[in-house]
T-cell receptor, first 113, second 107 residues
Framework: DSGVTQTPKHLITATGQRVTLRCSPRSGDLSVYWYQQSLDQGLQFLIQ???????AKGNILERFSAQQFPDLHSELNLSSLELGDSALYFC????????????FGPGTRLTVT | GQNIDQPTEMTATEGAIVQINCTYQTSGFNGLFWYQQHAGEAPTFLSY????GLEEKGRFSSFLSRSKGYSYLLLKELQMKDSASYLC????????FGKGTRLHILP
């Protein structure tokens, strides 16, 4: 158990819908990272927050957005969902902004039908 | 462009040694990571290299050559539980992961 929690564990929704994925980092960690993992693309970095501020941006679509709240939990919002958005979404946390050791949560498996 | 290459699959025998290579071409470099990921589970951190050379941690070692854009992960005394995917990742201003190497261990 990494200490990072993600909810929900599974999510099934229809195309065009909007969903919110939630992540609580390990106690004391200030950074939260979001990743998307699909079979053909591997693990793709989406976005990083550090202490409430956006720190780095990866291949995040405009239909996706995220934020980190004052209590340091983070939410990833996915809208206008497409079939291709079906994937495993991981959240990871780390102590500092540039910290190298990230602790991954168990992931949320999103299925868009 | 940004590119990280690692073999798709490798097979080794229990008790043996295996080396998983990773080559990268990125616009910047602030460190290279190796993660282990069992099927259906989250990645777990194995190692981090920012300077050239070998870092040893128990049965696992990781090597980096920044001038060659090359790293390898060495696994010794292989155990069946080492069957997993091994992900190489490079950090410049963001984090880029390779597609992973699926390692199969034969008894």
């Amino acid at each position: 158990d990494s200490g990072v929690t993600q909810t929900p564990k599974h999510l099934i929704t229809a195309t065009g819908q909007r969903v919110t994925l939630r992540c609580s980092p390990r106690s004391g960690d200030l950074s939260v990272y979001w990743y998307q993992q699909s079979l053909d693309q591997g693990l793709q970095f989406l976005i990083q927050y550090y202490n409430g501020e956006e720190r780095a941006k990866g291949n995040i679509l405009e239909r996706f957005s995220a934020q980190q709240f004052p209590d340091l939990h983070s939410e990833l919002n996915l809208s206008s969902l497409e079939l291709g958005d079906s994937a495993l979404y991981f959240c990871a946390s780390a102590k500092k902004g540039g910290a190298y050791e990230q602790y991954f949560g168990p992931g949320t498996r999103l299925t868009v039908t | 462009g940004q590119n990280i290459d690692q073999p798709t699959e490798m097979t080794a025998t229990e008790g043996a040694i295996v080396q998983i290579n990773c080559t990268y071409q990125t616009s910047g470099f602030n460190g290279l990571f190796w993660y282990q990921q069992h099927a259906g589970e989250a990645p777990t951190f194995l190692s981090y290299n920012v300077l050239d050379g070998l870092e040893e941690k128990g049965r696992f070692s990781s090597f980096l050559s920044r001038s060659k854009g090359y790293s390898y992960l060495l696994l010794k005394e292989l155990q069946m539980k080492d069957s997993a995917s091994y992900l190489c990742a490079v950090r410049d201003d963001k984090i880029i992961f390779g597609k992973g190497t699926r390692l199969h261990i034969l008894p």
